[in-house]
């Protein structure tokens, strides 16, 4: 299986497109996941749209289910003054907490899965600021696999 941790975010989304479930699910089960989740968020200020975020202040945590331990990974995304920072972990109240399993995590972020799509089959619950969830997908331009 080839690296997610090395690819552009191009990269990722086509691998994400072209690999089965089973094996993105065995890559989130590795003791790669770790890697591959912070090299997304490291990547995420690549995608991120700040002319449409515009005044936007923002913290969000996101919450990737399905670790082999049965916990999740929790990040934190902070938009403001047209920047996106992400970090491991959850230092702020959030206005938004996306959860969601890891599967879905890499098809949402490649742009391989729609967030509506993904929330009426309840595979992506949020909860906190309606109108941020609502804008949420929108501030973000990820590359389609």
């Not at 990269?11 to 890697?35: C, I, W, Y």
């Not at 391989?112 to 949020?126: D, I, P, S, W, Y």
Request: net charge neutral; aromatic share 6%; charged share 25%.
């Amino acid at each position: 299986m080839s690296d997610p941790t090395t690819m552009s975010p191009r990269e990722l989304a086509v691998f994400v497109k072209q690999t089965p479930n089973g094996e993105l699910r065995r890559l989130m089960h590795s003791p790669r996941r770790t890697d591959v989740i912070d090299e997304i968020f490291t990547n995420m200020p690549q995608v991120f749209r700040a002319d449409r975020a515009g005044a936007l202040t923002a913290v969000i945590h996101w919450r990737i289910g399905d670790r082999p331990d049965g916990g999740v990974d929790v990040y934190e995304m902070v938009i403001a003054d047209g920047a996106c920072v992400s970090t491991p972990g959850n230092g702020r109240h959030p206005d938004l907490t996306l959860s969601l399993g890891g599967v879905d995590f890499l098809n949402l972020v490649t742009g391989n899965a729609h967030a509506v799509a993904l929330v009426m089959r309840g595979r992506l619950k949020t909860k906190g600021d309606l109108a941020l969830t609502a804008k949420f997908p929108t501030l973000f331009d990820p590359p389609r696999g």
